[in-house]
């Protein structure tokens, strides 16, 4: 178990729900991943690579309602800037299977 955090810890997280607009490859990452770029609503459309092909063909994931981190600083990986970071759990070879909702909510919305 990882250490306990304060309700306050958990209130500086920012995780919204998105809508993937767009899905490229990126034959760039020294892992396989997509490049995508997420409407967030009024926070504005923010660009990820998420490490998902295994589970997950492009065609299927533009219209597909994510959860990701919007508030962690930019990160540089190869020649992309990601801008959120996309939650998702490990499967029992560690693909990545990625965090949904149950249904459709306005993009931007907050979890609570």
């Known amino acids: 178990m990882a250490d306990l955090i ?9 995780l919204r729900v998105g809508t993937i607009l767009e899905v490229m490859d990126f034959p760039k ?4 991943a997509y ?3 997420i409407d967030f609503g009024e926070l504005g459309v923010l660009k990820s690579s998420a490490q998902i ?11 597909r309602q994510i959860i990701a981190v919007v508030n962690f600083p930019k990160k540089q990986i190869a020649d992309f800037m990601s801008e959120c970071l996309v939650t998702g759990f490990p499967d029992e070879n560690g693909d990545i299977v990625l965090s949904s909702i149950e249904r459709q909510v306005p993009n931007g919305t907050k979890l609570m």
């Open 6 to 14: 304060t309700w306050g810890d958990f209130g500086k997280v920012d």
């Open 29 to 32: 990452a020294r892992k396989p």
């Open 35 to 37: 490049q995508l770029c």
């Open 53 to 63: 092909t295994v589970h997950y063909k492009k065609e299927n994931l533009v219209g």
